[in-house]
């Protein structure tokens, strides 16, 4: 078992899915709202997309669900979409804007 705590690597894990139109992963977009730990290890994990009309959006949502899944020590997941805030770029870390040509 790792050695980072389960939170970690769960931010770890969502640093390695990426929008596919875009060339930045979807915590340095500022797409995750959330990251909520409930009992049995289980993880809710609030997000929202660049877009509500977004064409990636089940394959995005579905690789967060199945790469947390996958961690070890992980119990039930469960993603929850929103568009409350609405996604703009401010919400980007300074790393992503930098990436995306924004600073």
Known sequence: MS??????????????IYDPELPVDIFELG??????MMENNGVHIYMTLTAPACPAAGEILGEVETK?????G???VEVRLTFDPPWDRDMMSDEAKLEMGFM
């Open 74 to 76: 992980v119990g039930e």
């Open 3 to 16: 050695e980072l705590p389960l939170r970690d690597r769960i931010e770890e894990a969502l640093h390695t």
């Open 68 to 72: 947390v899944k996958a961690l070890e």
């Open 31 to 36: 797409l995750i709202y959330k990251i909520q």
